[in-house]
């Protein structure tokens, strides 16, 4: 699969081209410069041909995060085997951009010079001083206009000797693209998310998400600094733990509402989206000072989304007390996650790591794990025989039986004579007897009370 870099300073059009191309507002794209600052990569047809496509970070060494994101950008120049290096159209050429655009080139000789924002021909006969660049690959496009964009592609096909498979006009393109991008749910990436372990990795920011993102896949795919909210556009990766496929997504850090700024409320909606797809939180804690309110409202997040989830007490290395003192600090604040496995883990030295990445499979296993029917009403019968349902103003509360109608996370229903009368402390002692039984580690419970007579359909089970 070949693959193309889309590189170039902050604010010029990367991620706007990056979402043309691969059809989907994936990239968060906004007027704050430097909105980009990890890799971010998606699989796209273009033309009927399949390409990786990398929407890099905005290059610019005035600080040293952006110094780190030149890094990984010119490592994905290396790796492609097409780079399109963008300007800003509306600007006069830039020494710097000049400088860059070499620099590039001898990294990789198939670069094209790439002037975005040029919305109409005025403005093209103006940029033709980008011919001071030395290139004979040059194109004008207006990415918000869609205007070039099918010349662009003509020319990386032809870079690449490979061939239009099938044509569609600029017009139908945009209708396409506008469809895709009012869409409020891709059936298209759910069935492929079905086919993998989607794990998320939550946390406030600065707690070491990103350390760890490059801790699991063993290499540098996420800016780390000690800058916060560093991380913007979620960031994945794919990698295979004993056969199984994992996709791991290192979601933007979540701050105070307060001071929530800018594109930072962008990327608290992608994180949401994000954990509407996942199987698995990784919920982040930073061990090095003490647990705060903000870390206890990040974690109803794995409720709110019916998750499975890993609790990752991080940077054990520098922690703040000892064991006995953080985990007793721990259960007395997170008490609703008595059921999730604790890890002690250091990102930076890779502490556990390893035993992560086995517990993540354990936990799905339990998340996806679905209960013969016999052995369900058995357990269930026990449960009640064990601690008498609760009656309803001296009425007999009974349940008939149990099935479980859904797995990720378990779901079962339970059929009964009154199903709005059993009390929710009901409903968790089932839970727990479930977990005695079955174990069901890092994996929520859900019991749905149903009456005999009500269809499935009505109950919406």
């Not at 069935?191 to 490059?214: A, C, D, H, T």
């Not at 996709?247 to 105070?256: H, S, W, Y």
């Amino acid at each position: 699969m070949k693959k193309i870099a889309i590189l170039g300073k902050p604010n010029v059009g990367k991620s706007s081209l990056f979402n043309r191309l691969i059809k989907e507002r994936i990239a968060i794209t906004s007027e704050v410069s430097g909105t980009t600052r990890d890799v971010n990569r998606k699989i796209a047809s273009i033309e009927g041909n399949e390409f990786e496509i990398f929407d890099t970070g905005g290059i610019d060494e005035s600080t040293l995060l952006f110094s780190k994101v030149k890094e990984l950008s010119l490592k994905s120049a290396k790796e492609a085997d097409i780079v399109l290096y963008l300007v800003d159209g509306k600007l006069i050429p830039q020494d710097d951009d000049k400088k860059l655009f070499r620099q590039i080139s001898k990294i990789n000789k198939k670069c094209f010079l790439v002037v975005n924002k040029i919305d109409n021909d005025k403005e093209k006969q103006l940029a033709y001083d980008f011919n001071s660049f030395g290139t004979k690959d040059l194109y004008f496009i207006s990415v918000s206009h869609n205007r070039g964009v099918k010349t662009l592609i003509e020319g990386i096909l032809f870079k690449l000797g490979l061939e239009e498979n099938f044509i569609i006009n600029e017009d139908e393109q945009e209708d396409i693209l506008d469809f895709i991008q009012n869409s409020q749910e891709d059936t298209q990436e759910r069935e492929v998310f079905e086919n993998q372990i989607n794990v998320g990795i939550i946390g406030r920011v600065n707690v070491g998400k990103s350390s760890l993102l490059n801790a699991l896949i063993g290499k540098e795919r996420s800016v780390v600094s000690e800058v916060a909210g560093t991380t913007i556009d979620p960031v994945d990766e794919k990698i295979n733990i004993q056969d199984k496929e994992v996709c791991f997504v290192d979601t933007a850090g979540i701050r105070r509402k307060s001071k929530i700024e800018g594109i930072e409320k962008y990327a608290l909606d992608r994180t949401q989206k994000i954990l509407e797809k996942s199987h698995i939180a990784l919920l982040v804690l930073d061990v090095s000072t003490p647990f705060v309110e903000l870390d206890e409202r990040i974690s109803s997040l794995v409720d709110k989304y019916s998750l499975g989830v890993i609790v990752v007490l991080n940077k054990w290395d520098i922690r703040h007390s000892e064991y006995q003192e953080i985990m007793s600090e721990f259960k007395r604040k997170f008490r609703f996650l008595e059921y999730a496995p604790v890890l002690t883990l250091s990102a930076n030295t890779h502490r556990h790591i390893k035993e992560l990445k086995e517990k993540i499979l354990e936990v799905y296993e339990h998340f996806s794990y679905r209960i013969p029917t016999s052995v369900l009403n058995e357990t269930i019968s026990q449960a009640t025989r064990r601690h008498l349902l609760p009656s309803d103003h001296g009425k007999i509360v009974k349940i008939y039986y149990a099935t479980q109608y859904d797995t990720c996370p378990p779901k079962i229903a339970l059929i009964m004579n009154r199903p709005k009368s059993l009390h929710f402390s009901y409903k968790r002692y089932l839970v727990n007897f479930m977990r005695e039984k079955f174990g069901f580690v890092g994996t929520p419970i859900i019991f749905t009370p149903r009456d005999k007579n009500q269809s499935k359909e009505d109950d919406r089970i």
